[in-house]
């Protein structure tokens, strides 16, 4: 949320939120007064449906200088991009990736997908999110999916290399998650296009 927020506070007029999942950002964030921020809200066609139902179920509607644009697509078809409607990529934008990148797979479908997240960001646009290690991956991909979860493939060893290699600058990391000594590691991100 931090990142968020101060993105939100110095003035971003568009969020998208990749793989949004059950994300509720735009109704308990408090935009600044006279702000009028688009968030785009995108995941799979079936996810999209279902926030839909659930937020009219309880009559929650966003915050006011927020609007939600919801995007139901597969981010592995090549033309999701024309889902958002309204996005501007000349306006810079802070593009949110919490808990998505390890279900695309390394020499597959994640090259793809970084390289249109980047290609609709205009300069000092802001990327944060989370990722995983090949170790995390290892020892939670088959509990998560028994649970009922999606397949984990991709974790990411070195977040600062991965990131430049994608055209990313000043990538920050920081670890989370775990208070002891472990091989897992669950990093948290923050890249800027340059």
């Not at 927020?66 to 090549?78: I, S």
């Not at 090259?111 to 999110?129: A, Q, Y």
């Not at 994608?166 to 472990?182: A, E, K, L, N, S």
Request: proline share 8%; glycine share 8%.
């Amino acid at each position: 949320d931090e990142e968020v927020r101060k993105a939100v506070e110095g003035g971003v007029k568009q969020i998208v939120m990749v793989g949004c999942g059950g994300d509720t950002r735009a109704f308990r964030m408090t935009p600044p007064d006279g702000a009028d921020i688009k968030i785009f809200e995108v995941d799979l066609p079936e996810v999209v449906a279902h926030r839909d139902a659930v937020f009219q179920h309880h009559s929650m509607t966003p915050q006011p200088g927020f609007t939600v644009v919801r995007c139901g697509v597969d981010l592995t078809n090549p033309s999701w991009p024309d889902a958002l409607v309204s996005y501007s990529p000349s306006t810079p934008s802070l593009w949110v990736i919490e808990g998505i990148l390890k279900y695309f797979t390394h020499s597959g479908t994640l090259e793809p997908l970084m390289s249109t997240i980047h290609s609709l960001m205009s300069p000092t646009s802001i990327l944060v999110g989370d990722v995983v290690n090949t170790a995390h991956i290892e020892a939670s991909a088959k509990p998560w999916e028994a649970f009922g979860g999606g397949a984990m493939v991709s974790g990411i060893d070195d977040p600062i290399s991965f990131f430049a290699t994608h055209g990313y600058i000043d990538t920050t990391v920081r670890q989370v998650g775990y208070h002891y000594p472990t091989p897992l590691k669950w990093f948290v991100i923050t890249a800027t296009r340059p």
